[in-house]
């Protein structure tokens, strides 16, 4: 979350999923402005996790011309969107059931 934040990214939300789904416990959800901030968001995420926990599971899928980055880190999803993404693929309406942890406009 505090990458996101650090680098700009808009409209971060984190939804616990534990109740909801076995996929994973927790979806982060961020808006990336432009394709170079998708890109640099993944990458300072996953560079930052893979230094806490050089052991840790992690998966990227997209990049940053698709408009849609999933990084998946096991009990942690990462879904990092472009704005007009984000709207039509509606993760935060899909996932209704789950509960918001943490807003960041």
């Not at 808009?10 to 109740?19: E, T």
């Amino acid at each position: 979350m505090e990458i996101a934040s650090d680098k700009q990214a808009s409209d971060i939300v984190m939804l616990d999923l534990q109740w909801v789904s076995p996929l994973a416990d927790y979806f982060v959800i961020c808006s990336a402005s432009s394709e170079r901030q998708l890109t640099a968001l993944r990458d300072d995420m996953v560079k930052a996790v893979r230094r806490e926990d050089p052991k840790r599971r992690t998966r990227v899928e997209g990049d940053g011309a698709s408009g849609w980055v999933l990084l998946d880190f096991g009990d942690v999803v990462v879904h990092i969107f472009g704005s007009e993404e984000r709207e039509f693929y509606g993760l935060e309406r899909f996932w209704s059931e789950a509960r918001p942890v943490v807003q960041i406009q």
